[in-house]
């Protein structure tokens, strides 16, 4: 399938390129963006772009949830117990 070209604010982009510590989904998810931004765009699959929203809105809310809303331009929730 093609890649979605998703253009980041610079505050996107900040929030995307934080340093990341640990291991598990989350982190090899953020990992793995983090390669892809390039000219201020982030490129994802459609399977990426399912994980991100995912991640975002199932697990939560968190410093991961929101790097996530970053990219995408929406609101993590905020407030939801994680499931």
Same mark, same amino acid.
């Given at each position: 399938?093609?890649?979605?070209?998703?253009?980041?604010?610079? @505050?996107?982009? =900040? #929030?995307?390129?934080?340093?990341?510590?640990? =291991? +598990?989904?989350?982190?090899?998810?953020?990992?793995?963006?983090?390669?892809?931004?390039?000219? +201020?765009?982030?490129?994802?699959?459609?399977?990426?772009?399912?994980?991100?929203? =995912?991640?975002?809105?199932?697990?939560?809310?968190?410093?991961?949830?929101?790097?996530? #809303? #970053?990219?995408? +331009?929406?609101? @993590?929730?905020?407030?939801?117990? @994680? =499931?």
């Amino acid at each position: 399938m093609p890649e979605v070209r998703i253009p980041l604010s610079s @505050a996107a982009i =900040r #929030a995307l390129s934080k340093p990341i510590v640990g =291991r +598990g989904g989350h982190q090899a998810l953020l990992r793995r963006l983090q390669s892809q931004i390039a000219d +201020g765009e982030l490129s994802v699959t459609p399977e990426d772009m399912e994980k991100m929203l =995912r991640y975002m809105l199932s697990y939560g809310s968190g410093g991961f949830q929101q790097r996530l #809303a #970053a990219a995408t +331009g929406r609101k @993590a929730p905020r407030g939801r117990k @994680a =499931r």
